[in-house]
């Protein structure tokens, strides 16, 4: 509906351009504004799910297979607590994992962006059968752009099978987010995580929860995995971020 709004407009001014017209009818018209509804965080309800149907996932010959449960665990994890885009996931490469600090990207100014995981989560890690050794997730052999396409409709189908409906690659990047705020982590700090170019962007995700969170937003977004042993190192400003100085 954009685009054919934005041809007759080009058509148009054309015409008046060229003086087939007098003027140009579309001058004092402004094109349609489309504002992104924000997706909603997993609760600790649903993420439970998710990770107790990763355990029942088959493989491709429609039987439980550990090594695939075991790589998608994995992979869900990593979505969950980094705060990745499901493209980062799927590129990344064992050599930006040290230790407990997973590298991000590297900022404008030249200083690096860490985000510190649990160790359960770097051990499930360390412990995934690799699809190349180059990556973790990915084989190197086809485009990026089709195993992230792979990768998404294994999510799909995850999500179908644990009956969250509206599941979505990007809610663990959201999820990722809200716990970060909710622990009261500054949103300065979770943009900077989050690799956004505006804190307005990362505002989005208080928009899900309300700008000031209750107490029942907080029990059921907060933690969404448990209650302690899940949330990232730290605590206040330095939940789950590093940068190397």
Sequence with gaps: ???TFLQKEDSRRALSTRRWIDEDPTAAMQGPKYRQQPTLPFTREEMETILATVERYPDKSGRFGLTNSVRLRAFVL???YSGMRIGDAVSLRPERLDGS???LFTQKTGVPVYVL???FVTDA???VPRLSERHFFWTGESSLHTAIGTWQRTLRNLFKLAGVPEGHAHRFRDTFATELLLSGVPIEQVSMLLGHSSIRITE?????VGSRPSAAARREFGASVGARSDRPHGSGQDAGIRRQE
């Design 78 to 80: 990593l979505l969950r």
């Design 117 to 119: 995981l649990p160790v």
């Design 101 to 103: 600090r997973l590298f």
């Design 204 to 208: 989005t995700h208080l928009q899900a």
């Design 1 to 3: 509906m954009a685009s």
């Design 125 to 127: 890690l360390r412990s």
